[in-house]
């Protein structure tokens, strides 16, 4: 009667010793995964990887064996920094990421503020200069302020830049005609 062979595991096959069914070394390095043993053995030894493991529970092993793995294979590739050149790389691309994320949003918000209507517009461009803001009427002919008043009340949903554009740019020189006192002082139509 012979005994079925089984393959050693990338740990005893790397150390030439004989495999034993209680070798702590056998769940965590396949015989199909040399390299990994062959990087923890270069980078902690095997002596240490041995007392590491017996001194953890068995549920920590199978982590603490990937841990030492991804360690060994990050100092292997950078011997000066190892993984946490990666990590320090990556929590600079974080905070990178969160500085653009606030600043979108900011942008976002500024947008989004920019809803103020015509009205606010004429408003705040009368404010600005001290003068009552439904004095605006004032400033376009008959026809004009059918436009605004409509616009006022938020009906016909105008488009604020366009109506802007139109109307104030040709109608911003009797801004002048305001007194400090917020009072209109009549424009002579022959000048």
Not at 1 to 10: D, E, Q
Not at 82 to 90: A, K, P, T, Y
Not at 141 to 168: C, I, K, W, Y
């Amino acid at each position: 009667m012979t005994t079925p062979t089984t393959s050693p595991c990338a740990a005893c096959k790397f150390l030439r010793r004989k495999c034993l069914p209680e070798c702590v070394f056998a769940p965590y390095f396949p015989p199909d995964q040399p390299q990994k043993f062959a990087n923890v053995h270069k980078v902690f030894g095997a002596s240490n990887v041995t007392k590491l493991l017996n001194d953890l529970r068995p549920h920590q092993r199978e982590d603490a064996v990937n841990s030492l793995a991804y360690e060994a294979d990050m100092r292997l590739r950078d011997p000066v920094y190892g993984c946490v050149g990666v990590i320090s790389l990556l929590q600079h691309q974080l905070r990178q990421l969160q500085i653009d994320l606030s600043c979108a949003k900011s942008e976002l918000s500024k947008y989004q503020n920019l809803t103020i209507s015509g009205h606010g517009l004429f408003a705040a461009a009368a404010a600005a200069q001290g003068i009552n803001h439904h004095f605006h009427h004032q400033l376009f002919p008959v026809n004009q302020q059918q436009v605004l008043r409509g616009f006022d009340h938020g009906a016909n949903g105008f488009e604020t830049g366009g109506f802007l554009s139109m109307n104030v740019s040709s109608n911003i020189g009797q801004l002048a005609s305001f007194s400090a006192d917020g009072r209109r002082t009549p424009v002579d139509p022959s000048s």
